[in-house]
């Protein structure tokens, strides 16, 4: 299986040269220390940050400069602080080429649901509303099901939507799936899971065919 770091690395593999990319809170910020050698990527922050680098050294954090996660964060050379009224005309405007959030749950029509459980406090739907609406392509980091160990991958979100038919891509600790008409399609599959773990764990329509590779996360 996959640990969060390993999530984060294959993710990294889908940015191309020239991209605008938004990291959502949680897995998705690791995205941005794997970065692929020889792509030049621009990471923005809803709060008001383009040109976002990876996660500062241990003693060389700097508390003024966060990601909407509120996580220390490095600038790189070029970079520009604004406002987020600013920061969310960017995304409205349809800016950002690739967004990968986290998810409480997906469904395999491609609806995803990552704002809020009813009856838990929360502080807000921060900037996944406009995102999903306005992002050209959407990957989605999580786990495969929650600490019940019901399944996250479903026929239908049971909690409040985020967005709707807007999921291009899911990746979890089991493998890579794509969101087709058919439901999630198995593209690749963690090293020591097997095709009977993935189907046992996963409530929505799921489609396996023709031998799936193992994932290479090196």
Known sequence: MLDKFSIAKVIARELQDGYYVNLGIGIPTLV????PEGIEVVLQSENGLLGMGPFPIEGEEDADLINAGKQTITKLP??????????FGMIRAGKVDLTVLGAMEVSDSGDIANW??????VK???GAMDLVASAKNI???MQHTNKKGESKLLSECTLPITGLK????VVTELGVFEITDRGFELKEIAPGVTEDDIRSKTEGRLVIEGEIPTLNID
């Open 78 to 87: 070029g970079s520009a602080i604004f406002d987020s009224a600013t920061s």
């Open 139 to 141: 990957i989605v980091a």
């Open 32 to 35: 941005a220390n794997y970065i």
């Open 124 to 126: 807000g739907m921060g």
């Open 166 to 169: 807007c999921v291009k891509k």
């Open 116 to 121: 809020k459980i009813p009856g838990k406090m």
